[in-house]
């Protein structure tokens, strides 16, 4: 168990030097793509990232997912889902291919058809790396992951922003997309030691398939519905307005879906080792439920309340229309890091009809707040009912995962309850800071810069009194980690 628990451990700390220095690097090529390059041209990648989703979800139909979840996974089974996710890939993207000038003239934009045929490489190459990932996180050995996305992320987003300063206007994205994919597979090509074999076993289909499909069907709805709202936006509204929307969702998503990530890749192959000791598995299910709090709720409820300033700082006042819907996405994405999380409990577990029985919840949700909302013809609108649907989700998420589990729902409530109230006393603490006016039409403007760290210094001060006043144990753990490095 201690072996286990200094492993996790590692791999925790891989997963986060990974999330968080490929964000920093995806953050620093995106803002200067989105200072250079013009609404239109987000629009046009913003509408192809729809089909990219979902061909990607379809080449790896879930097995990646399986491989994880299963205890003992051999040779045959990484052999077999590598065939299938390669024929399934090539397959698919011939199919796009061909369509490609039918999905221009759907979106009314002829320059579609030769930037899909091109953006739709990515989900080839990153089908080649999906089977190398998985036997690294399924060993807990993600050093080489991590490398892979630093590697790539430098290269590719110096490629996007030589492309876009040369005028190549939605070229940019679409090559610094397929550049990421080819180099991260290659990396892990060249130093995860692993060749598929000649073998196509109809067993190892056969003994994944079960929680393969499972997964399947819930990131087939979990993906139709996280695209549905650019969908919409694109044809009914305006590609403009799907660049403003796309912008505030990526860069919530930059929090959201790196914990997430995190997450699974940690969590998950820890879960599936102890799936059979249910008093050890409630004891790591309490403390991955409680570290997700410490992690979700102060940081996306702090990003949330400076939202303004973080714009402003990055981008002048250009995407300003982004700024409410960053923030209301924001505060979503902790009900987004939550489900994931009582997801993954499920999936430790084998309990994969659960999993696609949460997911149908989501979408019914989602598709009610789309059709009570879709007709105002606002974006903030569409936002908020995207935030209620998630907020019904996390409730019947929870409710599933305690009942299939055994972990009580009122300890699933009680675990994240203080680092939820420290999280709404440093967004009120936030609020309360007067924020210097002053210029903010430039790029990078100091003035902006001095509001975002008086709040930000604000925030962390607040939360940290609260968390004491609480008597939060893990802010003793944190303190006492911090000395022992220093020491």
Not at 330 to 350: K, Q
Not at 426 to 438: N, T
Request: charged share 15%.
């Amino acid at each position: 168990m201690s072996e286990l628990k200094d492993r996790t451990a590692g791999t925790l700390k891989w997963n986060t030097i990974d999330r968080v220095a490929t964000q920093v690097l995806y953050g620093l090529s995106g803002i200067v793509l989105a200072d250079i390059l013009s609404k239109e041209d987000f629009g046009l990648v913003a509408v192809l990232t729809v089909f990219q989703s979902f061909a990607i979800l379809f080449v790896d139909s879930g097995f990646g997912a399986a491989l994880l979840q299963k205890k003992n996974p051999d040779e045959d089974d990484y052999s077999t889902v590598f065939w299938f996710n390669l024929v399934v890939s090539v397959g698919i993207y011939a199919v796009l291919y061909l369509c490609a000038p039918l999905i221009a003239d759907f979106f009314g934009a002829s320059q579609l058809t030769a930037l899909s045929r091109v953006m739709f490489l990515t989900f080839v190459l990153t089908g080649l790396g999906i089977v190398q990932t998985n036997r690294l996180m399924k060993r807990m050995d993600v050093k080489q992951i991590a490398i892979a996305d630093l590697f790539a992320l430098s290269v590719s987003a110096c490629l996007g922003i030589a492309l876009a300063v040369a005028g190549f206007g939605a070229w940019a994205i679409v090559w610094q997309s397929v550049m990421l994919a080819g180099l991260r597979s290659g990396w892990l090509w060249m130093t995860g030691n692993w060749r598929p074999r000649a073998v196509f076993s109809r067993r190892s289909l056969r003994d994944i398939r079960h929680i393969g499909l499972s997964v399947f069907i819930s990131q087939l709805f979990n993906t139709v519905f996280l695209n549905i709202y650019q969908f919409v936006i694109a044809k009914w509204y305006s590609l403009t307005q799907v660049a403003v929307y796309s912008q505030a969702d990526k860069w919530s998503k930059m929090g959201s879906a790196s914990l997430s990530q995190i997450l699974t890749s940690s969590f998950v192959p820890v879960l599936a080792k102890v799936q059979d000791e249910i008093e050890t598995l409630h004891r790591y299910m309490r403390r991955m439920d409680r570290f997700t709090a410490l992690l979700a709720f102060p940081a996306l409820t702090v990003v949330a309340a400076c939202g303004g300033s973080i714009f402003h700082f990055l981008f002048g006042t250009k995407w300003d229309e982004a700024i409410p819907l960053f923030q209301i996405l924001c505060i979503r994405g902790i009900g987004v890091v939550f489900i994931s999380l009582y997801t993954n409990f499920l999936m430790a577990l084998g309990h994969g009809r659960q999993i696609v029985g949460i997911e149908i919840v989501k979408d019914a949700a989602t598709a009610v707040a789309l059709l009570a909302t879709v007709f105002s013809m606002s974006l903030e609108a569409l936002v908020w009912g995207q935030f209620a649907a998630t907020v019904a989700t996390w409730a019947a998420a929870a409710i599933i995962a305690a009942r299939h589990t055994g972990y009580s729902l009122t300890w699933l409530v009680r675990d994240i309850l203080p680092f939820a109230l420290a999280a709404v006393a440093a967004a009120v603490a936030i609020r309360l800071v007067p924020v210097p006016s002053g210029d903010i039409s430039h790029w990078l403007n100091l003035t902006s810069l001095a509001a975002l760290a008086i709040q930000a210094l604000t925030g962390l001060i607040t939360l940290i009194f609260i968390l004491a006043l609480l008597r939060v144990p893990e802010l003793t753990e944190i303190k006492d980690r911090l000395l022992k490095i220093k020491t």
